[in-house]
């Protein structure tokens, strides 16, 4: 059984990664009630246990399922913090990632407070972490604190978010001096967190010139075929434009929204199944212009939003 069961969580995942996600459903459920099996007899299963559960979680957040989602990442911080209180240097690198993903699973429900107080613990887990091994864990608390950033920001904790999402990227600045492929993706994407932190704060110029850093650093990802979202760019280019906006800039700024529509059908090949997310940018964008004061750019693309919709709609 034991091969058996990993060779199924190793397949579930995969099929996810594929686009597969009904069927990574399936197998990872399958996968999740053998490894509960074999941690009942068998403490050495629970770390295979609390894996599954976390990818479980994560599959049922992509199928739009986050009650569910929420009631299996909670099982998998439960059996975590249980380990973690028996034996810590052991089991508190699992606590403190269960942590991060039941911070994000809360967050998706609106139980932002929760979410909030969630998210502080993990990265206070990290920090703990990174005291006895840096070289291992930096990474972590540099996501864990990203994660931190969001959850102040989805309370309107405007400059504690602003204070995490800027220790984020100063410990990946560091990390990308080892590793300048991998951690390229993730600075581009703290960076991009920081930007929207410093526009929560009114700070337009400054976003501006943090989000055109990490601009720059997702170009140099694609020219080099490094990983990474595909919705990266397109998204930095929309959020680009409404700090142009906000600094009475509107003709760059709308230069920038073309610019995101151009980046997103490159990078999806214009493909209807990413049209939800088309869409979102756009209604974004849209919005933040009318608040802005410019009703002409915003309802230029909330008409736009609306056509892809209906299409996506119909299809």
Not at 88 to 104: E, Y
Not at 206 to 213: M, Q, R, T
Not at 291 to 312: D, T, V
Request: charged letters at 25%; a negative charge; glycine letters at 4%.
């Amino acid at each position: 059984m034991p091969h058996l069961v990993t060779t199924l969580h190793n397949l579930g995942i995969q099929q996810a990664s594929s686009g597969l996600h009904r069927e990574a459903l399936t197998t990872i459920e399958e996968a999740t009630s053998l490894y509960c099996q074999l941690s009942a007899t068998s403490a050495r299963w629970k770390g295979e246990l609390i894996s599954a559960l976390n990818s479980l979680g994560d599959l049922l957040a992509q199928l739009g399922l986050p009650a569910e989602a929420l009631t299996i990442s909670a099982e998998a911080e439960r059996l975590a913090r249980a380990s973690a209180e028996d034996s810590p240097a052991v089991w508190l690198p699992d606590h403190a990632s269960a942590l991060n993903w039941l911070a994000i699973r809360l967050a998706a429900m609106q139980r932002y407070e929760e979410a909030a107080s969630a998210s502080a613990e993990s990265v206070e887990l990290f920090r703990r972490l990174v005291d006895v091994n840096p070289a291992v864990w930096r990474e972590e608390l540099a996501t864990a604190l990203n994660n931190l950033a969001l959850r102040h920001s989805d309370l309107n904790e405007t400059l504690l978010a602003l204070e995490c999402a800027e220790e984020a990227v100063r410990i990946r600045r560091i990390l990308r001096r080892d590793d300048a492929v991998t951690d390229t993706v993730r600075l581009a994407q703290s960076l991009g967190n920081l930007a929207n932190c410093l526009a929560a704060r009114d700070r337009y110029a400054e976003a501006l010139a943090v989000v055109d850093d990490a601009i720059e650093l997702c170009h140099e990802r694609r020219r080099a075929r490094r990983g990474g979202s595909a919705l990266d760019l397109p998204m930095m280019l929309a959020n680009r434009s409404v700090y142009l906006a906000a600094l009475n800039r509107h003709r760059d700024a709308m230069s920038a929204v073309t610019d995101a529509l151009g980046a997103f059908r490159a990078a999806t090949d214009d493909t209807a199944v990413t049209a939800p997310e088309l869409s979102v940018l756009l209604r974004t964008a849209g919005h933040r212009h009318r608040a802005l004061g410019l009703p002409e750019e915003s309802e230029a693309l909330l008409n736009l939003a609306a056509r892809m919709e209906a299409g996506f709609a119909s299809a």
